[in-house]
């Protein structure tokens, strides 16, 4: 069993400050995407990273792929209220014969104006 | 070029009854994935179809199914609900991974379902 594991939890913090949010597994993937959802709606692609090392760079918002393609990181610089959500990251490989993608615990993020 | 299109957006059962949910899959998309997000969760993958036929499953019970049309759109069936059915039922479309080895999905707004 594939499993993906974010931290942290939760995660309260002022606007202007930055913040990192991990993403962990046991497991090699293809590639990670990380995606935000608001209350109700569903996921928002953000970023997709398929090679290890790989960093990518999003206005205020920077991804990492681990050397290994174990584990990411999303980096948030300065953050604003409207980056408030739930941030998910999801591995995506083949297991028994289908690309399919195994969605990390996700990170609730609000930032306090 | 359209999105992700789910329906309907939100839905009230009783335990036992059965359900359908539809989704049109993003243009060009050739491959639909459904997940079961309950609240304060991560996404959890039910099935992937791909030609019509289904392609890979999670760790779901036979009363969850499928079907996918020519056209790519896509319905889940819950038959005998029960109250932990409760959730987000997301849906999302893709491309089979060609030769890059990578598929990226993109999702609909979900439908929201409620059994009491």
């Known amino acids: 069993t594939q499993l993906l594991e974010q931290s942290p939890q939760f995660l309260s913090i002022q606007e202007g400050e930055n913040l990192t949010v991990y993403c962990n597994s046991s497991?090699?993937?293809?590639?990670l995407q990380w995606y935000r959802q608001e209350p109700g709606e569903g996921p928002v692609l953000l970023v997709t990273v398929v090679t290890g090392g790989e960093v990518k760079k999003l206005k205020r918002l920077t991804f990492q792929f681990g050397d290994a393609r174990k584990d990411s990181s999303l980096h948030i610089t300065a953050a604003q209220p409207g980056d408030t959500g739930l941030y998910l990251c999801a591995g995506g490989g083949v297991y028994s014969g289908t690309y399919k993608y195994i969605f990390g615990t996700g990170t609730r993020l609000k930032v306090l104006a | 070029e359209t999105g992700v299109t789910q329906s309907p957006t939100h839905l009230i059962k009783t335990r036992g009854q059965q359900v359908t949910l539809r989704c049109s899959s993003q243009s060009g998309h050739n491959t639909v994935s459904w997940y079961q997000q309950a609240l304060g969760q991560g996404p959890q993958f039910i099935f992937q179809y791909y030609r019509e036929e289904e392609n890979g499953r999670g760790n779901f019970p036979p009363r969850f199914s499928g079907l996918q049309f020519p056209n790519y759109s896509s319905e889940l069936n819950v038959n005998a609900l029960e109250l932990d059915d409760s959730a987000l039922y997301l849906c999302?479309?893709?491309?089979?991974?060609?030769?890059?080895?990578?598929?990226?999905?993109?999702f609909g707004p979900g439908t929201r379902l409620t059994v009491t």
């Open positions: 497991s090699v993937f293809s590639s």
């Open positions: 999302a479309s893709s491309l089979v991974p060609g030769l890059a080895g990578v598929s990226e999905q993109y």
